[in-house]
Structures are given as C-alpha cells and as structure tokens.
C-alpha cells in the first residue's frame, strides 16, 4: 500500500455545473482511449460495480470497481479486481466560487514496482484521467 495525494487542482466551473456534466452519459466515454466495455455490475443506493476492461502496458485486462458517490462533494472508488486491486482512493470536490477545488487521496496497490514508482504511476494515470475530463467537460459545456 502506497499513500498517495494530489491536492489544489481547481477546475473553471461551480460546483453544481461540474457535478452535472459529471452525471451526464457523455461524460462516461471522457476515458475510452484506456478503459472500454463498461457493465454495471451492481447499484446499492450509492454505490455501483462496475466491471470493465483496462488498457494497462499496452494490454486490455479486466478490471471491477466500486464507487460510492456522495454528490456533489465527494467520490470513493475502490478497485476490487485488476492491476490495481485494493487501490482505494478519494475524490473531494470544494466550492471556489465560480471555480470548483478537485482534492484527490488514497493509497494504492499495484504491480511490483518500487513505492515510489508505484505512486508516480498512479499519479499519471489519474493525471490523464483528469486531462480527458477536463477536454470533455469544456465539450459538454459548449453545447449548454
């Protein structure tokens, strides 16, 4: 288990606009280049499971997640199975006025790699994520 934090991203948009795009079925395909076939396994009130595929060096594997979503302020998502079973990490979204503060913590599990590399690998992946969130959300915007 690797600790792991990326605190004070801010995005251009208030909370309850982010958190709308962020519902949106548009808004699911924002991270198709690395993750594809999505199945919703289960939904708790909450809490969903979802089953997909992974792209991870340079191989598609199979991979399920929970996510616990607390709208609009926070986002739990543990990976259950996959390259990164045990990951557990936090998403905390915070008014900023007209922008939206994005905190992102956890530890992570993963490959045999060094704890240093492990928590730069993680901190990469979610970078990306968050790049193609950030391309999709302004798309969606535009079309308001």
């Not at 934090?5 to 949106?24: F, H, K, N, R, V």
């Not at 395909?29 to 939904?43: G, I, L, P």
């Not at 990490?89 to 790699?113: A, I, N, Q, Y």
């Not at 968050?130 to 999709?136: F, K, P, Q, R, Y």
């Amino acid at each position: 288990m690797v600790y792991f934090e990326d605190m004070g991203t801010a995005i251009d948009l208030p909370l309850d606009e982010l958190e709308a795009l962020l519902e949106t079925e548009e808004h699911g395909s924002a991270h198709a280049e690395d993750v594809r076939n999505f199945q919703v396994v289960e939904t708790v009130g909450p809490t969903i499971v979802l089953a997909y595929e992974r792209r991870f060096e340079g191989r598609w594997r199979k991979a399920k997640t929970r996510l616990t979503a607390f709208p609009p302020y926070c986002r739990c998502v543990e990976d259950l199975e996959g390259d990164f079973a045990g990951t557990r990490f936090f998403v905390l979204h915070r008014p900023d006025g007209e922008r939206t503060r994005v905190d992102v913590f956890g530890d992570v599990r993963g490959p045999s790699k060094s704890p240093e590399q492990l928590r730069r690998l993680w901190l990469d992946i979610l970078a990306k994520a968050h790049e193609e969130d950030l391309a999709t959300l302004r798309k969606l915007r535009g079309r308001k």
